[in-house]
């Protein structure tokens, strides 16, 4: 085993054990009995807004691929979104790209899953930044001091569309196919490499101005993702009996999505999101014990919703031809 494996495995062991001790610090019956007053109805409640998120976020990713077969990439987005739950530095998002160039191949394919990410970077710290105003004109929930920090933690999450941003004028294609050129894992093809490299860059820097409708169609369904993701926080929380109003749910998922930029860096995630999650409630004075097992609750429902579609992703389509997207698509 490598250092860069070892290292993982060590993070990724480290992480399941926090998680051990965190439920068993509030103990495995607790916990049962929070999942179990959930019940077959709420369970299903949760389902519903799981797969809209994830029918959303397909959707919107369909559309800037210039794609009609939505089924199709809402079962590789399903991968993504499953992986990224269990593995660090949003690892799934490589698997879903890779997927998806085999399945519908063509520069417009990469062009469009760089936009989605663009679009990604803007859509969620627009939702968390809302969901901070709304908590903190609506909710008595937390003092003054940390409903600032919240605040702050909205507006920091915009700095990672503003380095993409960045990256993109610089050309993010033909950067990555200079460092690996660099490195010599292009070999002979570095030159053909830069040049579809190029192409890349100029349709995703050119989609707005091509398909200004699509752009504008992929921030809204990404938007409607994020209220949905938004709206399966506050409904775990009423369905395990948790007493918090509208208000307090908005603030506490703009503290968890700001918390979720930080947790992508570590490389770890299960178990680290459920500390995140005990942090900010103890942070807001609620009961810390709460957060974890909200997070956990909601990581089920993420497990299940996505990992029902997943599997499907891995059954060879057969690859059609790069279909150029109309300009007034």
Known sequence: MNRRRAIQLFFFLAALGALGWLLGKIGWAHVGQAVLRVGFGGAAILAALGLGETALDSLGLAVAIGHPHAWRVLLINSLGALLNQILPFDLGEVAKGGLLHRNFPGRATIAGTIVWNYVFKISRPLVTLLAAAIGLCGSSLVRPAVGRAILAGALLSFVPY????????????????????????????????????REVDE?????????????????????????????????????????????????????????????????????????????????????????????????????????ALAPFALLRAAPEPDVAPSAGS
């Open 162 to 197: 503003i380095l993409l941003r960045l990256l993109m004028r610089r050309g993010a294609a033909v950067l990555t196919a200079r460092v690996l050129g660099a490195l010599r894992i292009l070999g002979d093809r570095r030159e053909r490499f830069l040049e579809a490299a």
């Open 203 to 307: 349709t995703a820097l050119g989609f707005w101005h091509r398909r200004r409708s699509a752009f504008l169609a992929i921030l809204v369904l990404q938007i409607g993702a994020r209220i949905a993701s938004w709206l399966s926080l506050f409904a775990t929380l009423r369905l395990i009996d948790f007493p918090v109003t509208f208000s307090e749910g908005a603030l506490i998922y703009a503290a968890m999505n700001t918390a979720e930029l930080v947790i992508t860096i570590i490389p770890a995630r299960l178990g680290v999101a459920e500390g995140a999650a005990f942090g900010i409630f103890a942070l807001c004075g609620l009961p810390a014990e709460s957060g974890v097992i909200m997070y956990v609750i909601l990581r089920l429902k993420s497990l299940a919703t996505t990992g």
